[in-house]
Protein backbone atom coordinates (compact mmCIF):
# COMPACT_ATOMS: atom_id res chain seq x y z
CA UNK A 1 0.00 0.00 0.00
CA UNK A 2 3.24 2.45 0.80
CA UNK A 3 3.89 1.99 -3.30
CA UNK A 4 0.49 2.87 -4.25
CA UNK A 5 1.11 5.78 -2.18
CA UNK A 6 4.51 7.06 -3.12
CA UNK A 7 3.64 6.97 -7.16
CA UNK A 8 -0.02 8.38 -6.73
CA UNK A 9 1.94 11.23 -5.01
CA UNK A 10 4.43 11.12 -7.64
CA UNK A 11 1.46 11.26 -10.77
CA UNK A 12 -0.15 14.18 -8.70
CA UNK A 13 3.48 15.50 -8.79
CA UNK A 14 3.50 15.34 -12.50
CA UNK A 15 0.34 16.26 -13.29
CA UNK A 16 0.63 19.44 -11.08
CA UNK A 17 4.43 20.67 -13.09
CA UNK A 18 3.11 19.78 -16.30
CA UNK A 19 -0.29 21.67 -16.00
CA UNK A 20 1.46 24.57 -14.77
CA UNK A 21 3.54 24.07 -18.06
CA UNK A 22 1.00 23.48 -20.19
CA UNK A 23 -0.24 26.67 -18.82
CA UNK A 24 2.11 28.75 -19.50
CA UNK A 25 2.67 27.39 -22.81
CA UNK A 26 -1.12 28.12 -23.48
CA UNK A 27 -0.88 31.82 -22.52
CA UNK A 28 2.20 32.36 -24.58
CA UNK A 29 1.09 31.25 -27.50
CA UNK A 30 -1.83 33.39 -26.90
CA UNK A 31 -4.74 31.01 -27.42
CA UNK A 32 -8.03 32.33 -25.39
CA UNK A 33 -11.55 30.70 -24.50
CA UNK A 34 -12.55 28.17 -26.00
CA UNK A 35 -9.31 27.42 -27.90
CA UNK A 36 -7.48 27.08 -24.57
CA UNK A 37 -9.71 25.11 -22.80
CA UNK A 38 -9.77 22.70 -25.56
CA UNK A 39 -5.90 23.04 -25.34
CA UNK A 40 -5.82 22.23 -21.78
CA UNK A 41 -8.08 18.98 -22.21
CA UNK A 42 -5.72 17.34 -25.01
CA UNK A 43 -2.39 17.52 -23.00
CA UNK A 44 -4.11 16.69 -20.23
CA UNK A 45 -5.18 13.31 -21.58
CA UNK A 46 -1.92 13.23 -23.57
CA UNK A 47 0.26 13.13 -20.25
CA UNK A 48 -2.87 10.38 -18.85
CA UNK A 49 -1.62 8.41 -22.02
CA UNK A 50 1.94 8.76 -21.64
CA UNK A 51 1.72 8.09 -17.97
CA UNK A 52 -0.39 4.59 -18.87
CA UNK A 53 2.15 3.64 -21.35
CA UNK A 54 5.14 4.18 -19.32
CA UNK A 55 3.04 2.47 -16.73
CA UNK A 56 3.16 -0.46 -19.45
CA UNK A 57 -0.75 -0.09 -19.82
CA UNK A 58 -0.96 -2.28 -16.33
CA UNK A 59 -2.10 0.84 -14.38
CA UNK A 60 -3.37 -1.51 -11.59
CA UNK A 61 -0.22 -2.76 -10.73
CA UNK A 62 1.43 0.58 -10.35
CA UNK A 63 -1.41 3.46 -9.32
CA UNK A 64 -4.32 0.56 -7.80
CA UNK A 65 -6.88 2.58 -11.02
CA UNK A 66 -8.03 1.54 -14.53
CA UNK A 67 -6.38 3.53 -17.58
CA UNK A 68 -9.40 5.70 -17.68
CA UNK A 69 -9.27 6.32 -14.35
CA UNK A 70 -5.73 7.01 -14.78
CA UNK A 71 -6.36 9.58 -17.86
CA UNK A 72 -8.86 12.09 -15.89
CA UNK A 73 -7.49 11.64 -12.57
CA UNK A 74 -6.83 15.04 -11.24
CA UNK A 75 -8.60 16.84 -14.58
CA UNK A 76 -10.75 19.42 -12.62
CA UNK A 77 -8.24 20.18 -9.65
CA UNK A 78 -5.03 20.67 -11.76
CA UNK A 79 -7.56 23.55 -14.08
CA UNK A 80 -6.97 25.63 -11.44
CA UNK A 81 -3.68 25.43 -11.48
CA UNK A 82 -3.62 25.52 -15.57
CA UNK A 83 -5.95 28.69 -15.16
CA UNK A 84 -3.82 30.48 -13.04
CA UNK A 85 -0.76 30.23 -15.45
CA UNK A 86 -2.82 30.69 -18.32
CA UNK A 87 -4.35 34.17 -17.16
CA UNK A 88 -0.49 35.23 -15.77
CA UNK A 89 1.23 34.09 -18.41
CA UNK A 90 -1.05 35.87 -21.43
CA UNK A 91 -1.02 38.73 -19.42
CA UNK A 92 2.41 39.11 -18.95
CA UNK A 93 2.82 38.69 -22.90
CA UNK A 94 -0.15 40.74 -24.05
CA UNK A 95 -0.95 43.17 -22.06
CA UNK A 96 1.82 44.53 -20.04
Known amino acids: MENFQKNMTQIELLRTVMSLATG ?10 SL ?25 SFANTSIFGLILQGLQGQALSFIMTWTLAYSLVYIY
Do not use: N
Open 24 to 33: ALCGILGLTG
Open 36 to 60: GLAFYLLTSVIIGVALAGWMSFDTK
